[in-house]
């Protein structure tokens, strides 16, 4: 073990004497084959926290440690600024339709895989198709399909019953070694921003040939390339890619730490022997104090919500609903509980995106126990025990009890708790999809989910969890006005018009509260002396091409 | 004794079986579908779903789940996560981490626990006899978690003597969990050591010995030690299994890379094959050891070896 | 850890004339770490083995233990216990399930001598309702576990060959299992983890080695020559069990049994840390610690009083068993 360590240790040495033996010497950087201007780098190496990841195959992926990685070892399409959300055509020239149903894929010259071959309209289209493939168990699989971007073709590669019939989607054609073109289902105006995400990440040809090894090793066209291979539940190290097209890393070096909570993550940091760790909600307030200005904090786009299920009595009532929702004291919870590190939700959508309005969600998330009583008691109450559904691993305990005990004090219920694994927790949201009212199967209360955004759209949180029989709808809720707002929406080839047709239509899932927003993220990190310019977007993830080593350079 | 030995050998095989089996069970009688749990929130389309319960024998009732398990085994084959990872690789990877650290727990809780054991028996009654007695007594009650925490912050943190997380720093790292996973195995050490020392130095052997005008040393070096020591080893001997397969707690605190954590993951990841390999990887582990203390223990006490 | 493949304990069918060794009271549960983590256990518990009790071992360790002070203190902390667990509400008129959330861990203060919890909920009265909690699932298992080790014990010892063949198979294979992790495995996908779900899983921890030590004892009284001289008179299998070799043979299951309530209650507050012990709203020491987990440097009193209160409690078990076992010792008077 002490070898492996010592490999990217030794390079990492090697490259940071060379970069000071350089810039001692005289000029910066050489000229390479960047399209855009030699900057100089600084230079030395850090270290972040991450999870194990599932998988380091981008189609693969679909949570956030591995990401994290990806994001290193891959350039998409196109790629959102950290600061100001704007849209950056990377690896693509330009997205362009006419009819917002057909469009075409120009690529840049230039990008190269890390292990030389050249990124073309092929890599784009053989990637998607792979990750589009059903019997290939791709996590991010629906990305290509009726809830993603909706690529003609998809159903013959995923039928309900045997083996499909094809290989490729019939809507991506490659047009030439720059060029491909993409036929969706269904006009989306927003298609360009969706394809930044991992399911669009291009492949080498080295892929097709050895998956396995690839995901101990990816190849992939981004700023760093991996050091060695991945050192499960230990550690994966990367290195800056000397042929990047884009702007180079500033780092030379990067060391992925994998921990398995958080809390030793954050101690390590303390204690010096890590770069970036996420905070965990108990240690905001002593971390603040502590870190001083090394403590970040930025929004994220992550939405907490309690969704009903709507098959179940008295839950198709809206005024249970509401009352319900107004009698949780939010701010309460995030403060005793989170330390003050969320915000309240007041709106079916999050800050990040556009649409958002404050206040938007009213009276329905205001807290006020009296009114949230009498609506209560005035619609029927609740008859015998409210059982509260929640999975087990993921750090919800505190505050739905807090919750629970809200509704036991200000409604006069009484309360108990089905709580169970993840995958369990959701085989049972599965089972109510299909219910109708009066329906048994399934969950008969409410429950907590979550959601993050996988492209900066309000669109992303209307229609997933709320258009009729949408992949993350467990409510049920099938609303026709809503859905056609949503369909014009993403007709629309002007965005301020799409945005108000957005917000109608949120206006009336806030009328009807088939879920109650409970409270929107915030990002904190914490980071040692070693480094700055630690950046953190909107997905949470850390901009690590843009980390500083403190005294890297010369 | 080739007899003795053979005979526990095929004592053990019903042993395995029985054990692997109700693992095995247990684990692929959990309902949850796991694939599902693969995609998390997201959708998951029904051919990839099916493909996916074929690739693993899912839909094979539990029974030739089992026997398809075992052959595989037999040919080196645990498995593959449903991420396509190789069980075998997991094993190799993880095994010997959690082997350090059950060493390093092994070393002290054997070197301080004997010393202090014997100490403790040799001096019955006396100052360093009860601070033993009491001392153990309060290790024992405190629950290891807190233990492990208050080691974590006290040593780590606050002094920053030893590092508190992962296995970065070479050696250093495995010191304090190894500390706090032994801890409480060494109460129990050097309680077996006096309690077995104090019972054999008042027996009619040793007061022959000292009769004779032995001198102390001898008495108790090669006669009261010799035979207080046999139950201590063979304690000893099973320990080390033991601590390999069960330090999930102080792995998980102490952020160590090892087996236990692992095999806490993958239950709650629902990952069969790696829980279900690594019980069976210890069970096998576990049953030899035992065999060897076995053969030890034929070593150390000659009745055994005259059957 | 099986001592049935160590001649001293083993059960094997051309080895009648065993002796318990105190190597059986090693059995302290196999590779299953946490319990593995948290015994002491009976480490000479059985030496009464090898020799014959006298017939008023129950009244002279009475007579002795009457007399020590550690075991007089800790059985008094123990009545204390009990007493607070059936009538919590004699010590406190707070209720340990109302929640203020400003209260948030608020520091012990006056009328509040453990301070608030996280969901701003009276401390003291929730270490107080814990108790409980604890006492009941420690006294529950083990109570069970005694009255199984006795019956498959006194069967598998007594009657030995096949009965003692096949309960000895299963033990082993309950020692080779890790049992802590096959608790973990169960209860992390049981729908409710209420007061029973976790004693059943717990039940199962501790019997093995509660059995052997039965088995050992009543190997070595049946051997014993007022035994043979019973049977000979002509009495029946039930009598020379029931008044023979039952009373003194139960001594070091007794002792174990004692210690074992200790190791039981530490059990389930490891459980309820894992996060798969009792659910939520349930009040439990072990969920208490859990939550402080991640407050220590901020609020110390979360993780010590229930920190504090768990120790206490197994520790009085711990002394009441080292006190019984050095009493019911015929040969250290």
Known sequence: MRRRLRAPALLGLILALALVAAACGGDDEDGGAATTAPVATTGGEFSMSICEPESLIPQINAETCGSQVLKGLFTPLIQFDPETDELIYAVAESITSDDQTTWTVTLRDGWTFHDGTPVTAQSFVDAWNWGAFGPNGAGNNYFFGPYGVNIVGYDALNPSEGKPDAKELSGLTVVDDRTFTVELGAPFSEFPITVGYNAFYPLPPSFFEDSDAFNEAPVGNGPYMIDGSWQHDQQISVVRYEDYAGTPGNADAITFRIYADLDTAYRDTQAGGLDIADVPSEQIESGRAEFGDRFIESPSSSFSYIGFPLWAEPFDNPDIRKAMSMAIDRQAVITAIFFDTLTPADDMASPVVQGYREGACGEACTYDPEAAKELFDSAGGIDGELTIWFNNDGGHEQWIEAVANQWAQNLDIEFRFESMPFAKYLGLLDEGLDNELGDTDGVNGPFRLGWVMDYPSMQNYLENLHGTQAGSNYTTYSNPEFDDLIAQGKRATDLDQAVSLYQQADDLVIQDLPIIPLWFGLNQSVTSENVSNVIIDKFSFVDIARVEVVGGGA | ?307 | MSDTQRPGGSSDLLEPDEEARPEDAIAAGGPGGVIAEGAIAATAAVEGGASVYQASLWGDAWRQLRRKPLFIISSVLLLLFTVVAIAPGLFTNQDPTFQDLSKTVQAPQAGHPFGYDILGRDYFARVLYGTRVSLVIGLLVVAIDVVVAIVLGSIAGYYGRFWDALIARIADIWFALPTVLAGIVFLNVMGERGLLQVAFVLIFLGWPTLMRLMRSSVLSGRESDYVQAAKALGASDWRIMRVHILPNGIAPVIVYATISVGIIISAEAALSFLGVGLELPAISWGLMISDAQNRILTSPHLLFFPGAALSLLVLCFIILGDALRDALDPRLR
Do not use: C
């Not at chain 2, 389309?45 to 493909?51: H, K, L, R, V, Y």
């Not at chain 2, 026997?67 to 040919?75: N, Q, R």
């Not at chain 2, 806490?264 to 582990?285: C, D, K, P, S």
């Open chain 2, 1 to 307: 004794m080739g007899r003795y030995i053979a005979r526990r050998l095929l004592q053990a095989i019903p042993v395995f079986f029985g054990a692997t089996f109700i693992v095995f069970a247990m684990v692929y009688a959990i309902p949850g579908d796991p694939i599902r749990a693969l995609n998390g929130e997201r959708p998951i389309s029904d051919s990839a779903m099916q493909q996916l319960h074929e690739r693993y024998n899912l839909d094979d009732p539990l029974l030739v789940q089992y026997g398809k398990y075992i052959w595989g085994i037999v040919h080196g084959d645990f498995g593959k996560t449903f991420r396509g990872y190789p069980v075998i690789d997991i094993m190799k990877e993880k095994f010997p981490v959690t082997f350090r650290l059950a060493l390093g727990a092994f070393v002290f809780e054997g070197i301080v626990g004997l010393f202090a054991g014997i100490l403790a028996g040799l001096k019955r009654g006396s100052f360093m006899d009860n601070l033993l007695l009491i001392s153990t007594m309060f290790i024992a009650a405190i629950p290891v978690f807190v233990l492990g925490f208050l080691a974590q912050i006290m040593l780590g943190i606050q002094f920053r003597i030893f590092p508190i997380a992962g296995i970065y720093n070479g050696w250093i790292s495995y010191v304090l969990p190894s500390i706090v996973l032994g801890s409480l195995s060494l109460v129990y050490i050097a309680r077996l050591t006096r309690t077995s020392l104090v019972e054999n130095m008042r027996s009619d052997y040793i007061r022959t010995a000292e009769a004779k005008g032995l001198p102390r040393s001898r008495v108790v070096g090669r006669h009261a030690l010799r035979n207080s020591l046999i139950p201590v080893v063979t304690y000893l001997g099973v320990d080390l299994g033991t601590l390999m397969v069960g330090a999930i707690i102080t792995e998980g605190i102490f952020n160590i890379p090892g087996v236990g954590r692992e095999i806490f993951l993958a239950i709650r990841g629902q990952e069969g094959a790696v829980v279900v390999g690594i019980v069976t990887a210890g069970i096998m582990i576990f049953i030899v050891m035992n065999l060897f203390v076995d053969l030890l223990y034929a070593v150390l006490d000659p009745r055994i070896r005259y059957e």
